[in-house]
């Protein structure tokens, strides 16, 4: 009888510690969604230039700990692969913030086992050290949008998942390999998941005396070394803005061309001599200002550094940047030009003159575009990386130039969309120079562009 009273009393205290303990792990736990507003501030890294290499070199001065995660819309395999990619990262570097836009946030949530983090999307430019993207390029496009009323972007280490992918850089089967590359750049400490023998270079012994921050000196493995930094390509961005025709910065009427996408809202402020000013606006790819609907050609002036160049009659025109010479101003018939070329483009859209031929100009260059009076009263429509579009009417001008790119005072860089550009596994056939530099770009303008490709029987 003893026996079976302490057998009968251990069997109430387990059975009451299993219901505390499932309590304790009950589903309340995942499915919480916390306010972003409330991670510490954003964590800013600096670019290093290389004597070998015309891309930069990302140096984390500590671990980067808040990361937006940006999938694809509307496509359930980049959704699963989200679920994947964000449970990775939560098991291997618990101490990371996860942070998803709304849409996202309240459709996965249930789906993982940790707290994410969500906000209004004016929160981000503050707090986010780090983007990631799964998805094409269209969804790059979306996540450099919510940067586009400041000068600087996190960097943006991009999967390809989408229809054709240029600008992603990585394929998701490799996301352990990219993941580990861009969180532990700069930090002379290894990883547990080292693939190739190109990750396992030991620090030089200058490196050495390099402090390490205490959370990257628990991690195990192989000693990357500052040599083995993510690579960043800092992608040429326009600054566009548009004014109507007393020159009145008008940029907060340009409303997004999506309501199923979150933007930011462009908030007027004080210029210095006390006038009402907009925010400038950045695009990545590019402006285009065409006819829309009208059955007439478009006719608009086009000044170059406040000099008249020509009169553009033509369905429309476009002014990109060498990222975006590989988008809509390609199928104008643009010129493809190396994201690293300083310059714009100018390419007609259908153009009546056979004489009008797509220009190169300097990056610094300002181009003005002004409708003229021969439009006879019709609107244009005037639309920025598809992202932001505005109607413009008689006398209302568009001002475009390249973003400035370069070092600040502190060391860091200012301006541009940094990429994470992905790393070549060299071996026996091991390339230098230009040729790491390229190597996607050229792989891409050959596999997804089939640059000049042959036709004809046989081929």
Request: glycine content about 10%; aromatic content about 6%; hydrophobic content about 35%.
């Amino acid at each position: 009888m003893f026996r079976q009273g302490i057998s009968g009393g251990t069997r109430c205290l387990r059975a009451q510690r299993f219901r505390d303990a499932r309590w304790f792990s009950s589903t309340s736990s995942r499915r919480e969604i916390l306010d972003a507003s409330s991670l510490p501030a954003r964590l800013l890294p600096r670019y290093r230039e290389s004597s070998t290499s015309s891309l930069l070199s990302l140096q984390w001065p500590e671990p980067p700990r808040n990361i937006l995660i940006i999938p694809k819309l509307h496509n359930p395999k980049v959704t699963a692969s989200a679920i994947s990619f964000a449970n990775h990262i939560h098991s291997e570097y618990p101490n990371l913030n996860l942070v998803f836009e709304r849409r996202i946030a309240s459709s996965i949530h249930e789906s993982l086992s940790f707290p994410i983090y969500t906000s209004d999307v004016s929160q981000f430019p503050d707090k986010i050290d780090l983007v990631t993207t799964l998805g094409g390029d269209g969804t790059i496009l979306r996540a450099a949008s919510l940067f586009s009323l400041h000068a600087s972007v996190p960097p943006i280490l991009s999967f390809s998942m989408g229809t054709l992918g240029f600008l992603g850089e990585w394929k998701f089967e490799e996301y352990k390999r990219a993941w580990r590359e861009v969180y532990m750049s700069g930090s002379r400490v290894a990883v547990s998941d080292l693939q190739g023998p190109h990750t396992q270079a030991a620090g030089r012994p200058e490196e050495e005396d390099i402090h390490l921050h205490r959370e990257w000196e628990g991690v195990r493995g192989k000693s990357m070394g500052l040599t083995r930094s993510s690579k960043i390509l800092l992608r040429h961005r326009l600054k566009v803005g548009v004014y109507d025709a007393a020159g009145v910065n008008i940029n907060e009427r340009l409303v997004p061309t999506s309501i199923a996408e979150p933007h930011q809202q462009i908030t007027p402020g004080l210029g210095g001599s006390g006038q009402t000013t907009s925010q400038p606006f950045h695009a990545v790819n590019e402006l285009v200002i065409h006819r829309g609907p009208n059955t007439h050609l478009a006719i608009i002036d086009v000044y170059v550094n406040n000099h008249f160049l020509t009169e553009a009659v033509a369905d429309g025109i476009l002014i990109s940047t060498p990222t975006g010479s590989t988008a809509y101003s390609l199928s104008a018939g643009g010129s493809i030009m190396h994201p690293l070329v300083k310059a714009l483009l100018i390419t007609p859209i259908c153009a009546r003159s056979l004489s009008f031929r797509p220009l190169g100009l300097p990056l610094n260059t300002k181009v003005s575009l002004k409708l003229s009076e021969k439009n006879r009263g019709r609107e244009l429509e005037v639309s920025i990386d598809g992202k932001r579009k505005a109607g413009v009417t008689i006398g209302m001008e568009i001002r475009v130039e390249g973003e400035a790119i370069g070092q600040t005072p502190d060391g860091g860089w200012a301006g541009g969309v940094p990429s994470v550009i992905r790393s070549p596994i060299k071996g026996a056939g091991e390339r230098d120079g230009i040729a790491e530099d390229d190597d996607g770009w050229v792989g891409g303008l050959i596999g997804l562009l089939k640059f000049n490709y042959p036709f004809g029987e046989g081929q």
